[in-house]
């Protein structure tokens, strides 16, 4: 779960065209913690932080049911 999170992360920065230096800058936050959090390696991350990273990117968290197929918004936005 948190590798997916994090290659979205990596995808949504590098679309925005923004070095892992600048995020982390703008957020207070080190560039090993940016990159650590996009290659699913980061030994923990707190909610808030997370969710600072989430809302600077104009991402979401979605929390559904533990097996639940995907939803057509989701099968729509992999392609």
Do not use: C, H, W
């Not at 600048?22 to 909610?47: F, H, N, Y």
């Amino acid at each position: 779960m948190l590798f997916e999170i994090g290659d979205n992360i990596r995808k949504e920065r590098k679309l925005r065209k923004l070095s892992q230096e600048k995020m982390a800058r703008d957020l207070g936050m080190s560039r090993a913690t940016i990159s650590q959090i996009e290659s699913g390696t980061v030994q923990e991350i707190g909610v808030r932080k997370l969710m600072r990273i989430l809302d600077y990117l104009g991402l979401e968290l979605r929390v559904r049911p533990s097996g639940a197929p995907p939803t057509l918004d989701e099968l729509r936005e992999q392609k």
